[in-house]
């Protein structure tokens, strides 16, 4: 095949490759649990893994309002098992904050984040290096 005819082929391959339906995430994402993400309930391949990964929150309150404190119960052995980082997402799962972690640092996998007054769902996701990213759902309502 000549340069061209392969280059036509290919953008036309590429094209029909964007045509295909794209799956959004929304209301129904929950199925995705145990595959794409992990949590408590949905631990996948990981069930053995939860207790030392699943982000736990707690909400409190601030001077700017609410204050979200992740902590996630996992060693921080450097580059070879640790926590990566906490990110907040809103109830869109779009980003709205995260925290990275130096693993030589000493210190743990602990992050604080100001929500401020927002109301609604937040989804704090804690990522190992190891075992993949897990959620937690909060509800600000
Ligand atoms: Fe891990």
């Known amino acids: 095949m000549k340069r061209r005819g392969f280059l036509q082929t290919g953008l036309v391959a590429a094209g029909a490759a964007l045509a295909l339906p794209v799956r959004t995430f929304g ?6 649990a145990g595959g794409l993400y992990y949590t408590v309930e949905s631990p996948g391949r990981w069930a053995a893994k939860a207790a030392g990964h699943a ?3 707690s909400v409190r309150s601030g001077a ?4 979200l404190q992740v902590v996630t119960g996992h060693e921080m052995k450097p580059f ?4 990566i ?14 925290t990275m972690f130096d693993p ?4 743990a996998p602990v992050s604080e984040f100001h929500v ?8 704090v996701l804690s990522v190992c290096n190891k075992h ?7 509800d600000l309502t």
Do not use: Q
């Open 85 to 98: 980082k906490h990110v907040v997402l809103n109830d869109r799962f779009r980003f709205v904050s995260e």
């Open 116 to 123: 401020g007054n927002y109301r609604g769902k937040l989804y």
């Open 27 to 32: 209301a129904d994402c929950a199925d995705m």
């Open 104 to 107: 030589t640092s000493g210190k």
């Open 80 to 83: 070879e098992h640790y926590i």
């Open 55 to 57: 982000p736990n929150v």
């Open 132 to 138: 993949d990213t897990w959620l937690k759902e909060v």
């Open 64 to 67: 700017d309002g609410a204050i």
